[in-house]
């Protein structure tokens, strides 16, 4: 009924930037929270950042003055701009929303992850 669809992942050398993109199709009628999370090999999934549906933020401290999370809400679409990249921040990303349908059901959705790699 909700899918979040991630992109933008990939490889990139220390120091530089991506930009991902999560968007969220279905029968919506609202998101509220945004969130990206992360994965790395052998470690326990965490937040990174979370945004409102209001724009208020919030930042894991390891991400913090690097990552901005930011969103669309006409087109229901979260973004995570990460700069200054570090191969700590290897990891799979995943895209999650707190959602609901037009029944007035409410969704927590995940996405399906992208692959970032930051090689040193």
């Known amino acids: 009924q909700v899918q979040l669809v991630e992109s933008g992942g990939g490889l990139v050398q220390a120091g530089g930037s991506l930009r991902l993109s999560c968007a969220a199709s279905g029968s919506i009628f609202n998101v509220y929270a945004m969130r990206w999370y992360r994965q790395a090999p052998g470690k326990q999934r965490e937040l990174v950042a979370v945004i409102t549906s209001g724009g208020s933020t919030n930042y894991a401290d390891s991400v913090k003055g690097r990552f901005t999370i930011s969103r669309d809400n006409a087109k229901n679409t979260v973004y995570l701009q990460m700069d200054s990249l570090k191969s700590e921040d290897t990891a799979d990303y995943y895209c999650?929303?707190?959602?609901?349908?037009?029944?007035?059901?409410?969704?927590?959705?995940w996405g399906q992850g992208t692959q970032v790699t930051v090689s040193s």
């Open positions: 999650n929303a707190d959602t609901q349908l037009y029944s007035g059901r409410i969704l927590n959705v």
